[in-house]
């Protein structure tokens, strides 16, 4: 299975992580829609719709370039409206844009809390809302969210209550609209990295070059998103993919050609093991101007201290076992 002629509608594909799994996805000769608020250059969010069009096509698939605010509901049907217009349908929707801020409840004004859930949970629900129709006509449709499994651990919570409810909040979605669309032969999952991913977000908030030097590049997200994507829609829904777990089910060992740095260690992301008891050198927790709080920007967070990696077992229905108490060394 690939995906020549399927049509994805991605959310925040300008850059980062949604461009990659565009620009995977392109190289089957897949229809993408790019849906992101970047229309011209910025000197701190590299790529707009524009660019992201130009480089989908180059890698051999049909591109849309959509400026969309996802939080605004009918600039979100009009993107929908247009991508099954132009494309004749809606095979795979990926919720990629997130919002960010790394803040306690003091330091959280509520119109950034109110920006974090519109764009995290609230968009992520609505864009399968309205997807849904052309989703439920194709032969293997497929919704993935960038979220995280549901770490209870209150390290987790503490010291950015806000912004994770909104990621668990997508993670919930996920839960939630498995079960309800199985009956439609929908599949939905949420795909987290085990590291960090060299992304604006890790360069310009979280650790500058010594963080993003200590990632992964997004091509591991979007070859693990391809890996979901070409699965049957049947059988393989409601899981939450650590992409490290789905690089090892199609098969690959090596992934040191996923590094930025092969010789650094890298930084184990957000929400998965151990909470750290501070943030690692480098990173801020402190709120970012208005400016820089783009939709559009994949967001990744600070870095644990352990991370247990899950493991996958390699069963029809693809389902991922939680995570087994240990905590293994992550490594390249």
Avoid at 101 to 109: N, Y
Avoid at 152 to 177: E, F, N, Q, R
Wanted: charged share 20%; proline share 8%; net charge neutral.
């Amino acid at each position: 299975m690939n995906l020549k002629d399927k049509v994805l509608f991605i959310t925040g594909a300008s850059r980062g992580i949604g461009l990659a799994i565009a620009l995977k996805a392109a190289q089957d000769g897949a229809c993408i829609a790019i849906a992101a608020k970047t229309v011209t250059p910025n000197d701190k969010l590299p790529g707009t719709i524009h660019t992201a069009a130009e480089a989908i096509v180059a890698a051999g698939g049909k591109a849309l370039a959509i400026a969309c605010d996802v939080r605004d509901e009918e600039q979100l049907k009009a993107a929908i409206a247009k991508t099954v217009e132009t494309f004749g349908g809606i095979d795979i929707v990926v919720n990629n844009a997130g919002a960010i801020q790394l803040t306690g409840i003091e330091q959280t004004d509520m119109k950034r809390f109110d920006l974090m859930y519109s764009v995290n949970v609230r968009a992520v629900y609505m864009t399968v809302k309205h997807a849904l129709p052309y989703l439920k006509k194709s032969t293997n449709a497929h919704v993935l969210s960038l979220s995280p499994p549901i770490n209870l651990d209150p390290g987790w919570l503490g010291p950015h209550v806000a912004y994770t409810l909104s990621k668990y909040g997508m993670s919930m979605c996920t839960i939630g609209l498995a079960a309800e669309l199985k009956q439609h032969n929908i599949a939905v999952n949420s795909l987290w990295p085990e590291s960090t991913i060299d992304t604006s977000a890790i360069r310009n908030l979280l650790g500058g070059d010594a963080s993003a030097k200590a990632s992964r590049k997004p091509e591991i997200v979007a070859d693990s998103a391809y890996w979901i994507f070409t699965q049957p829609s049947t059988t393989c829904t409601g899981n939450f993919f650590i992409d490290t777990a789905v690089m090892k089910l199609a098969g690959v060992t090596d992934l040191s050609k996923y590094a930025i740095d092969p010789t650094a260690t890298l930084l184990p992301d957000f929400f998965l093991g151990t909470p750290p008891k501070s943030l690692p050198s480098g990173m801020k927790a402190t709120r970012p101007k208005e400016e820089k709080a783009e939709p559009g920007v994949e967001p990744k967070a600070e870095a644990a201290v352990t991370l247990p990696t899950v493991e996958p077992e390699s069963k029809p229905d693809c389902k991922i076992p939680p995570p087994p108490p240990v905590t293994p060394e992550v490594k390249s």
